[in-house]
Nanobody, 122 residues
Framework: QVQLVESGGGLVQAGGSLRLSCAAS????????MAWFRQAPGTEREFVAY????????FYADSVKDRFTVSTDNAQNTVYLQMNSLKPEDTAVYYC???????????????WGQGTQVTVSS
């Protein structure tokens, strides 16, 4: 099993920045990709970005490209999401996910964090 713990959410004004963290523990050797998803009320869970380990291949959703940056620490057990130029439409619960595939479909990830709320005020 793998445990994922997110932190770093909060309230920010439009144009501001936040950094989310997701720490993985347990059988982390089984993880190939770590990803971020988000879900606003009444909507489906939406892919944001993923990063693979090792190698660090990265892929972003078009809606966040050039504003968000995903990265990992040296041990590759913590993944970060640096969010800049935030917009009100970025408001959502952000989830960290980990799994054996680097994909955009949430159903194909094996492990999930509890989620952290990001609210962007206009």
């Amino acid at each position: 099993q793998v445990q994922l713990v997110e932190s770093g959410g909060g309230l920010v004004q439009a144009g501001g920045s936040l950094r989310l963290s997701c720490a993985a523990s347990g059988r982390t050797f089984s993880i190939y990709a770590m990803a971020w998803f988000r879900q606003a009320p009444g909507t489906e869970r939406e892919f944001v970005a993923y990063i693979t380990r090792p190698g660090g291949s990265i892929f972003y959703a078009d809606s966040v490209k050039d504003r968000f940056t995903v990265s990992t620490d040296n041990a590759q057990n913590t993944v970060y999401l640096q969010m800049n130029s935030l917009k009100p439409e970025d408001t959502a619960v952000y989830y960290c996910a980990a799994g054996r595939l680097a994909v955009v479909r949430p159903a194909l990830y094996d492990y999930w964090g509890q989620g952290t709320q990001v609210t962007v005020s206009s």
